[in-house]
């Protein structure tokens, strides 16, 4: 059996059978360059009171680090505890893994900031 090429046989068929083309070129060449990627809108609003109050906290803790670091770190790890806990309950649909595991990681790593700072006074 043999095939031919069907780059100079414009009405894309072999051998008198009629082939469809199913590939756009430009869409795999955008795919395959990158230059089309998949993006990830979060449903929360930025200016929501629990994500200032996150931010707020997270900067009073770099200004407190001169003067006390176990509230800095206190105030910074608990940000990031509010921080996460709101975008945990807002995981936009497609990305609930990737943003479980993120999000996830600042909790836990806040949660821990918090645990060291209350231990350690």
């Known amino acids: 059996m043999s095939c ?12 008198g059978i009629r082939i469809q083309r199913s590939i756009n070129y ?26 200032l109050a996150a931010a707020a906290l997270m900067a009073i803790g770099l200004l ?8 800095a770190v206190a105030g ?3 940000g990031s505890v509010i ?3 709101v975008v945990l309950a807002g ?7 990737q943003a479980a ?9 806040g949660g821990w900031m918090v645990f060291i700072a209350a231990r350690n006074g």
Request: charged share 10%.
């Open 4 to 15: 031919t090429s069907t780059r100079n046989n414009p009405s894309g068929s072999i051998n």
């Open 26 to 51: 430009k869409e795999s060449f955008k795919y395959s360059q990158g230059l089309e990627t998949q993006s990830m809108i979060l449903s929360i609003p930025l200016f929501s009171a629990p994500l």
């Open 64 to 71: 407190l680090y001169p003067v006390s670091a176990r509230l």
């Open 76 to 78: 910074i790890g608990a």
């Open 83 to 85: 921080m996460g806990i």
């Open 91 to 97: 995981l936009p649909e497609g990305f609930e893994m």
């Open 101 to 109: 595991v993120l999000f996830g990681i600042a909790v836990v790593v």
